[in-house]
């Protein structure tokens, strides 16, 4: 077996699919090497004491085995055991590959595995926005392709809950679309999410198209969209304009790190903050306020609202007409 | 010494509460104590259940504070006196069934079996109808004691079967005497924190021994002055809701996980599973739904407490556009208010003090908590010029 081929792997962290990715990438260095290589899985909660002897043992016909042992950190004392003997005496012909989530339980393997020197592969946790955007950024990169910045903003808003979904969005479109990714093919492909429609009638009340925002938002609520998370996506927008056109210079990256924000949504805030000034930034934001309890059925003291979505038009042409520099509609 | 003494400022409630405790006839066995936050509501419903339980020196000086009943109604350890608190918007059917259960059951140890309702503006109308009848004819050593804001919170049908005790809010000096005398707090303390919690003792009480909440509340009420410009204002917002997260304690996964297990040791399921059987993830689902709302609710006060303090700032400074000798709730923070009396005529303090009352309203309807924030600090930015 060629020195390429890793004996001891620790797969460290969370987000189980690049666990999964990390494990596939072992299996096909091995299997390079010793094509009939045989993988075998140790679950935690089914480990009987001894097993893994019996997996490590030579096999028969000589083949190379990778023994994969799943959720070191949920493992109980006999795994513990077992795995702490079989690092003090590794056997030949073996890849073991240990997956640990994350806490203390099991650190006695994980510190006896780092010092008979195994190789780490991270697989750290996608949660926040900007983990998401670096995911499908790293996705198109490694598939050496390119993607459009804010088509990467409306897939992670079309499929971002889910990293599986994510993956093998990035995987279709990879696939299927030829040269450029652009939001167009993501609107093609997954459709217009609720949160890509507030996102798109923001823009288009920031800009002062009324005709544009009032027909998007029209034709989302025609087609049942629900009122409320618009509303949100609206303000979120704002806010985020509001932030970085106050937040002074500064390069993005700088900004997206104060701000919590991904450099592209700073360079599109920026772009969007455009003839405003804060003080109908901030009238428009009074109004998105607003329509939110208006469409949540208003304020008990307040007169009955008419109706959530006119409680949304009022809003979004509010802001329009703020933003070609008029007071209130 | 006497528990009574605990309540502070509200004389009539006490002799009430004496009479009831040692005369039979003055005796009733539903009682609703209303007050604004921070009166004593639940304190008048312990010390009353610490008196009716009292076996200290004859009976002479009921609610003695020192006999073994007293002490043990006072630390919450009695096991006759059951006092119901709720993290939960809503007190539901299931919870107020089992407190009709549990008031059919005689005393073990005192005189009474005492039911305490620390929240009863949070029965609904399903759960307050389980306890009408327990209310109405109660066994007959039970009194049942529910604690609310103020009548109108209560349904219609609850209270009209109580008798009602109304607390007042006691003077700043009162508090401020109880912190003296109770906590043993140093008299100048004393005095400011119960001027700056406007008499609520828990919060006078905090204030007095905590000095991160000393902290939280200077930087409050140094809010309003700060507030030149929109990023001002949408930075405070964002400040005041993350702090509001941080305190929440619902939100802590120390918190969660801590209820996960108890709740897994309850059903006898395996802690250590990965994937629990389909019965007990409907289990852990409710649970999830419960620690959300619980969260939900315990930033909801804590931001509403906060601008409690941020509106007394633009009272106080309407006082001294007025001219009034009246006292101030933030006479420590002199230079704040000044400068705040200066920058708004009096009128425009009105506007700032309905704005805060606006935002407080939006959140009582669900507004999204930042948004209707950001919305009310737009709106308390300073004059220009
Ligand atoms: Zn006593």
């Known amino acids: ?329 | 010494m006497s528990v009574f003494d605990q309540l502070v400022g509200q004389p009539r409630v006490v002799s009430t509460l004496r009479r009831a405790s040692t005369e039979p006839a003055a005796m009733t066995h539903a009682w609703l104590f209303t007050g604004p936050p921070g009166s004593g509501r639940s304190v008048a419903a312990r010390t009353f259940a610490a008196a009716l339980q009292c076996e200290g020196a004859g009976g002479v000086q009921v609610g003695c504070g020192e006999c073994q009943p007293c002490r043990m109604v006072m630390a919450g350890s009695h096991p006759d006196v059951r006092v119901v608190d709720t993290d939960q918007t809503f007190i539901k059917v299931g919870e107020a069934r089992e407190l009709v259960l549990e008031a059919q059951a005689r005393p073990s140890l005192g005189r009474w079996r005492v039911m305490v309702v620390e929240d009863a503006d949070r029965l609904n109308d399903h759960s307050a109808n389980t306890l009408l009848k327990s209310l109405e004819e109660p066994t007959a050593r039970t009194v049942w004691m529910l604690c609310a804001p103020s009548l109108e919170d209560v349904l219609v049908t609850v209270r009209s079967r109580c008798r009602h005790v109304r607390l007042g809010t006691p003077s700043p000096h009162a508090v401020a005497d109880l912190l003296i005398s109770r906590d043993g707090i140093d008299p100048s303390m004393a005095h400011y924190a119960a001027r700056a919690a406007q008499s609520h003792i828990g919060i006078a009480r905090r204030l007095a021994t905590d000095e991160h909440a000393r902290a939280r509340r200077r930087e409050i009420t140094s809010i309003p002055t700060g507030l030149a410009s929109l990023g001002d204002a949408l930075r405070a917002a964002q400040d005041l809701v993350d702090e509001a997260g941080e305190g929440a304690k619902a939100t802590s996964a120390d918190h969660a996980e801590e209820q996960r297990r108890e709740l897994l040791t309850q059903l006898g399921a395996d802690l250590t599973a990965r994937t629990q059987p389909p019965s007990v993830r409907a289990h852990l689902r409710r649970l999830d739904d419960r620690l959300k709302a619980e969260a939900r609710r315990q930033q909801h006060d804590s931001i509403d407490a906060a601008l409690t303090d941020l509106a007394s700032v633009y009272r106080d400074a309407l006082l001294v556009t007025a001219g009034s000798g009246l006292d101030r709730v933030n006479a420590s923070e002199p230079e704040q208010i000044q400068l705040l009396a200066r920058s708004f005529s009096a009128e425009q303090l009105l506007l700032a003090l309905e704005t805060i009352g606006e935002a407080r309203q939006r959140l009582i309807a669900n507004g999204a908590p930042l948004l209707v924030l950001e919305a009310m600090m737009i709106g308390l930015l300073l004059p220009r010029g």
């Open chain 1, 1 to 329: 077996m060629s020195a390429a081929v890793p004996t001891l792997v620790l797969v460290t962290g969370p987000e189980e699919l690049r666990a999964e990715r990390a494990v596939d990438s072992v299996v096909e260095a091995v299997r390079t090497s010793d094509a009939d290589a045989e993988v075998v899985h140790v679950h935690t909660e089914s480990y009987q004491p001894g097993e893994l002897m019996v997996h490590t043992s030579p096999s028969l016909f000589g083949g190379w085995t990778v023994l994969v042992v799943h959720d070191l950190d949920e493992a109980d004392d006999a795994l513990v055991e077992d795995l702490s003997g079989y690092l003090d005496q590794p056997a030949d012909g073996v890849t073991l590959v240990v997956l640990h989530k994350s806490g203390n339980r099991g650190k006695r393997v994980l510190d006896a595995l780092k010092k008979s020197g195994a190789r780490v592969i991270e697989a750290k946790a996608v949660k926040t926005e900007r983990d998401k955007h670096d995911f499908v950024t790293e996705e198109f990169r490694s598939a050496r392709r390119k993607i459009a910045a804010d088509a990467v903003g409306a897939l992670v808003l079309a499929v971002g809950k889910d990293l599986r979904e994510l993956a093998s969005a990035c995987e279709q479109l990879i696939r299927d679309v030829e040269g450029l990714v652009e939001t167009e093919d993501v609107t093609t492909y997954y459709g217009e999410k609720v949160e890509t429609t507030g996102f798109r009638v923001a823009e288009a009340a920031l800009g002062g198209d009324e005709a544009r925002a009032m027909a998007l938002l029209r034709h989302a609520m025609l087609g049942g969209l629900d009122p409320v998370p618009i509303v949100a996506v609206l303000a979120m927008q704002l806010r985020q304009v509001g932030k970085v056109a106050t937040a002074g210079r500064g390069s993005s990256a700088q900004l997206a790190r104060d701000l919590g924000m991904a450099p592209w949504q700073v360079d599109a805030a920026r772009r969007a903050s455009q003839g405003w000034d804060g003080q109908r930034l901030g009238a428009a934001i009074q109004a998105v306020a607003q329509a939110d309890v208006d469409v949540k059925g208003g304020v008990r003291t307040e007169v009955a609202v008419r109706s959530p979505e006119y409680a949304v038009e009022r809003a979004v042409l509010t802001v329009c007409r703020l933003a070609q520099g008029d007071g209130r509609p």
